[in-house]
């Protein structure tokens, strides 16, 4: 399978402070990168869509002003929080989409950033 | 609003027997269907996708895909302790031509040794 870099795996931040998360496609260039939130024991809440070159698409109920998301080349993505605050403690995840060989996209995600806010 | 449902378990199965993984879904117009395992703290990783009715084997897993009755499934044979992970279905959203997955809650798989 492809590979996708997601850095860093684990932060802790102190309240209202930022953090940027980046997510790699090594291998192969991504027509989309997606990015994720995952609570305990909950699954995957997507939070935005972004592709190359244009604005990311925000979920409904996601502050695109907190949640800034940079999609910089067909590589390489970031999400920065905003002045994080403990309730954005969560789980972060990135995935990279490619051309599959048969007739859709396959998805491959990032390792992950584990956000402590304290 | 589009769902993808899954029992969230744990379902418990002992070492060898099949592991037997349920989803449904709502959006009729759905045509491409994952699995995707994960460890605890881990992110998810791609186990198998299944875009046609029927079943696909890779290994000891089979998918199986009933698009009538909006329904995919996972099998697992000859399960093993690592098996033992939350697995998420997840199924392709079409609307307005981007491309995004619809998660399943997850459901837990215990394999007792």
């Known amino acids: 399978g492809a590979v996708v870099s997601q850095h860093p795996s684990w932060v802790i931040c102190k309240s209202g402070t930022s953090v940027k998360i980046e997510c790699r496609s090594l291998?192969?260039?991504?027509?989309?990168m997606f990015w994720y939130r995952q609570f305990p024991k909950q699954s995957l809440m997507l939070m935005a869509t972004s592709n190359e070159g244009s604005k990311a698409t925000y979920e409904q109920g996601v502050e695109k002003d907190k949640f800034l998301i940079n999609h910089a080349s067909l590589t390489l993505s970031t999400l920065t929080v905003t002045s994080a605050h403990p309730e954005d403690s969560s789980f972060y995840i990135c995935?990279?989409?490619?051309?599959?060989?048969?007739?859709?996209?396959?998805?491959?995600f990032g390792q992950g950033t584990r956000l402590t806010v304290v | 609003q589009k769902e993808v449902e899954q029992n969230s378990g744990p379902l418990s199965v002992p070492e060898g027997a099949i592991a037997s993984l349920n989803c449904t879904y709502s959006d009729r117009g759905s045509q491409s269907f994952f699995w995707y395992r994960q460890y605890s703290g881990k992110s998810p990783e791609l186990i198998m996708f299944i875009y046609s009715n029927g079943d696909k084997e890779d290994g000891r897993f089979t998918a199986q895909l009933n698009k009538a009755s909006q329904y995919v499934s996972l099998l697992i044979r000859d399960s093993q302790p690592s098996d033992s992970a939350t697995y998420l279905c997840a199924v392709n959203d079409r609307m307005d031509s981007s491309y995004k997955l619809i998660f399943g809650s997850g459901t837990r798989l215990l394999v007792r040794p």
């Open positions: 291998d192969f260039q991504a027509t989309t």
């Open positions: 995935s990279a989409a490619r051309r599959g060989r048969i007739k859709d996209t396959e998805a491959f």
